[in-house]
Nanobody, 124 residues
């Protein structure tokens, strides 16, 4: 059974930083295409970043220069470093994975496995 688990969210002041972590249990992790998404209340789920099988990355314009996606295959963990947080970054952040696609995608339908999310709240 596949399980995706996120952690690392919290309440921070604007300008602060957080590092989100994601572990995909039950999947062959190395080089697995994965993505980070977020959803604020009343808004659609937004793809913020992804990483492909060969390490290619993509960032949404709204987070470019502030968010960094990375992974540690030895620890079976995907990370999202979030710097210079803004109140508009407040959302539930989700990690997603798929073994059926090799590229980097921020389209939610690409992914088969999703975590329950970790809340990021940024105060002004």
């Amino acid at each position: 059974q596949v399980q995706v688990v996120e952690s690392g969210g919290g309440l921070v002041q604007a300008g602060g930083s957080l590092r989100l972590s994601c572990t995909a249990i039950g999947l062959s992790y190395d080089d697995l295409p994965m993505g980070w998404f977020r959803q604020a209340p009343g808004k659609e789920r937004e793809g913020v970043s992804c990483i492909s099988w060969n390490g290619s990355t993509y960032y949404a314009d709204s987070v470019k220069g502030r968010f960094t996606i990375s992974r540690d295959n030895a620890k079976n963990t995907l990370y999202l470093q979030i710097n210079s947080l803004k109140p508009e970054d407040t959302a539930m952040y989700y990690c997603a994975a798929t073994p059926y696609y090799s590229g980097c995608s921020t389209v939610p339908g690409t992914y088969n496995y999703w975590g329950q999310g970790t809340q990021v709240t940024v105060s002004s």
